[in-house]
């Protein structure tokens, strides 16, 4: 199971567009890597998923080079409800979802 | 995305007592459930991982007789809080994950628990 590394905290002005990288030097080959997003007193809510190279939905960006040891997270012009804390998960179907400490976004006006 | 629906969202119970927490996944099958509990601040700590119709995975430092983890079907699990104390007041997850080759999962609301 990949470990997985992120900044703690990022801040933000509204209309900007935020990349949060996630580092997970020890990917495995079957292994996807899975972004959520978690706002206070809720559960998790999947954003978006990829495998490799670049992944778009109507929420966000998904840029994986191609060693797959690091992904960025890319959400436009955000705004103030897109503070929350932002989780990278890496694994197959078969692993365990281990959660690390996240990137909180703070979103400015 | 997959629909996963935690009862109750709150709850509030004397010491001693059993909690009981529903995790149904509403429009697909899930094998695999996951349940977390999370402090304040904190990150998600993953307690058991269930499968359907066998026992729970039980992470470590998890009390397999405390938390009470039953995964009867492929849309329902349950976790029970036995004999509970005010240390065990916290954010309870579920996580529900399609069957199959797939690895997206999904999460339920949570449910606030506190201990009196």
Not at chain 1, 44 to 55: A, E, H, L, N
Not at chain 1, 92 to 103: E, S, V
Not at chain 2, 81 to 96: G, K, L, M, Q
Request: charged share 20%; glycine share 6%; aromatic share 12%.
């Amino acid at each position: 199971l990949a470990k997985t590394t992120q900044p703690i905290s990022m801040d933000s002005y509204e209309g900007q567009e935020v990349n949060i990288t996630c580092s997970h030097n020890n990917i495995a080959t079957n292994d996807y890597i899975t972004w959520y997003q978690q706002f206070p007193s809720q559960g998790p809510r999947f954003i978006i998923q990829g495998y490799k190279t670049k992944v778009t939905n109507e929420v966000a960006s998904l840029f994986i080079p191609a060693d797959r040891k690091s992904s960025t997270l890319s959400l436009p012009r955000v705004s103030l409800s897109d503070t929350a804390v932002y989780y990278c998960l890496v694994g197959d179907y078969t692993d365990k979802l281990i959660f690390g400490t996240g990137t909180r976004l703070q979103v400015f006006p | 995305g997959a629909v996963v629906s935690q009862h109750p969202s709150r709850v509030i119970c004397k010491s001693g007592t059993s909690v009981k927490i529903e995790c149904r996944s509403l429009d697909f099958q899930a094998t695999t459930m996951f349940w977390y509990r999370q402090f304040p601040k904190q990150s998600l700590m993953l307690m058991a991982t269930s499968n359907e119709g066998s026992k729970a995975t039980y992470e470590q430092g998890v009390e397999k007789d405390k938390f009470l983890i039953n995964h009867a079907s492929l849309t329902l699990s349950t976790l029970t809080v036995t004999s509970a104390h005010p240390e065990d007041s916290s954010f309870y997850i579920c996580s529900a994950r399609y069957t199959g080759e797939r690895t997206e999962a999904f999460f339920g609301q949570g449910t606030r628990l506190t201990v009196v």
